[in-house]
């Protein structure tokens, strides 16, 4: 049913339950970075049990570790993801509102255990035929201690370049659980017009397409920029206005659209945070703080 980088999804019947499966084969050996991020995402998802995020039901491999040439993950079965739904459908209001909801309700828990995803997108995200959402892929997932700065240490390469928060491209100086907030954002203005909203070609072509939308970075904003480089080729650049959110999405319910504003805010530290999304009145047909473990 699906294949990736380094292995392939094949559906299956569970003999013993009688339930329908999916089985992940991982062939991930050959590459020392595969190896890192299947083990990665294994020590993750066997310690994360949530309704928003894939399980792991089994875990088959060699008895003998010489002989192991491939692993097989066996999860719940999810027929689809959003970036084949966005291709083919156009979602109405309550699709987007109530898929929205499920991504934060599990990214909720993910950052309360000091889970940074950071790989988030419209493929990451499987969906069943009764529109339940699950939160998968945890390869480039980091766990972080929040009593440490994680200066310098968290700027390997993450997340595809279209959902990427603009301070991973221009800070040197770690990063914070707000870069998820930023992919769900991306996601959001997809899922309200079926196209990315920032799809860069290159490093600067994101940049500057993030920067044609939420328009030149503050005084404020720049203070958050430590790199020097990256600070003055901002400084730079001709003063780009900030587009109205309206405009972009003329048709889309206002509440979604203020939302959407709070979330891709250039500055991380004036981005809105998990619990205040989940909060906000776009949401509160679903908000529920007593069941959003």
């Known amino acids: 049913i699906g294949e990736g980088a380094y292995g392939m999804v094949a559906s299956a019947l569970d003999t013993l339950t009688r339930e329908r499966v999916a089985i992940k084969k991982i062939s991930p050996f050959e590459h020392q970075t595969f190896c890192q991020r299947t083990l990665r995402e294994i020590k993750i998802l066997t310690r994360i049990k949530h309704e928003n995020i894939i399980n792991i039901q089994e875990i088959i491999r060699s008895a003998s570790v010489d002989q192991m040439k491939d692993i097989y ?45 950071r790989d988030l997108r419209p493929s990451n995200l499987l969906l069943n035929t009764t529109r339940d959402l699950k939160i998968c892929d945890f390869g480039l997932a980091r766990v972080t201690d929040p009593t440490t700065d994680h200066t310098g240490f968290l700027t390997e390469y993450v997340a595809t370049r279209w959902y990427r928060a603009p301070e991973i491209m221009l800070n040197s100086k770690g990063y914070t659980k707000s870069i998820d907030v930023w992919s769900v954002g991306c996601i959001l203005a997809e899922m309200l017009s079926n196209r990315p909203l920032f799809p860069g070609k290159h490093y600067l072509d994101q940049l500057n397409l ?34 109205p959110w309206s405009r972009l999405y003329p048709g889309a319910d206002p509440r979604a659209l ?16 998990i619990e205040q999304a989940l909060a906000h009145p776009y949401l509160e047909q679903y908000y529920d703080p007593g069941d959003e473990p």
């Open 73 to 117: 993950i066996v999860q719940c079965l999810m027929e689809t993801d959003l970036y084949k739904l966005l291709k083919t459908q156009k979602l109405s209001n309550d699709h987007v509102c109530y898929f929205l909801y499920q991504i934060l309700r599990g990214l909720k828990y993910i950052h309360s255990a000091n889970v940074l995803h």
């Open 210 to 243: 993030i920067l044609a939308v939420v328009g030149s970075p503050s005084q404020e904003d720049l203070q958050c920029v430590t790199n020097d480089k990256a600070r003055s080729y901002l400084i730079s650049l001709p003063h780009k206005p900030k587009q």
């Open 258 to 273: 203020d939302l959407l504003e709070k979330m891709l805010t250039f500055n991380p530290n004036n981005r809105i945070d």
